[in-house]
């Protein structure tokens, strides 16, 4: 399984920024799927997640700016990033919890980040 993570870059403060994760391969079904983020000397934190049933949860810190959304039939996952600011600068993964054929229960997949980067 892969996940193939793109749409990051550099974006003035107050712009936007769409970000696309697609997963591949021997794949029987998908729980949860989601983005973190990890900001230069920083732990790695949840930005957003949407489960197999659509429920969402955000971070606090982008309520209201960032929209996550999840094609289920092409198995990828979109952060919609709006009203961007210097705070949001960091890598972004996208991870998907994924069964695969054989298997009778999920494990963690991560993408290969893609760096945010807002700044003038």
């Known amino acids: 399984v892969q996940l193939q993570a793109s749409g990051g870059g550099l974006v003035q403060p107050g712009g936007s920024l769409r970000l696309s994760c697609g997963a591949s391969g021997s794949i029987f079904s998908i729980n949860d799927m989601g983005w973190y983020r990890q900001a230069p000397g920083k732990r790695r934190e949840l930005v957003a997640s949407?489960?197999?049933?659509?429920?969402?949860k955000y971070a606090d810190s982008v309520k209201g700016r960032f929209t996550i959304s999840r094609d289920y039939a092409k198995n990828t996952v979109y952060l919609q990033m709006n009203s961007l600011n210097p705070e949001d600068t960091a890598v972004y993964y996208c991870?998907?919890?994924?069964?695969?054929?054989?298997?009778?229960?999920?494990?963690?997949?991560w993408g290969q980040g893609t760096l945010v980067t807002v700044s003038s």
């Open positions: 991870n998907a919890e994924v069964t695969v054929y054989g298997r009778r229960s999920y494990e963690n997949y």
């Open positions: 949407i489960t197999r049933g659509s429920y969402i």
